[in-house]
């Protein structure tokens, strides 16, 4: 599996987002909140990456900062979860130099967990 990150495993439709916001099972870390939902089997994951404005109210460039760190992120510990999940990653307490390894831990334990279950 490479490191890409195709459009067909985004999340971008809001009542989709919404809908994982609502149903999912939270993992919560220092830095990230993941929100987690089954789908039916067969189907890709698709994630959303959140960053809330208010935590970063006019920061514009550091909220896209944090969103690419989350991508990368997602990107190198995909292959920990097993296919047919949405996924809603949220930063929460991300400072302006948080590095992706940080938050690839956080995942890494998260997915691991999922993956037990």
Partial sequence: MGYSFHSKERLKNSDAIKAVLDHARPFRGNLVNIYVVKMP?????RVAFLVRKALYNKKIVLRNRFKRV???AYRHTRHLLPESYDIA???MRLKK????TSVQKELSDA???????
Avoid at 41 to 45: D, K, R, T
Avoid at 111 to 117: C, V, Y
């Fill in 89 to 91: 990653i949220m930063a």
């Fill in 97 to 100: 130099d948080t590095k992706p």
């Fill in 70 to 72: 989350l991508r990368e």
């Fill in 111 to 117: 997915f691991k967990n999922i993956s037990k279950k």
């Fill in 41 to 45: 089997a067969g189907s890709c994951n």
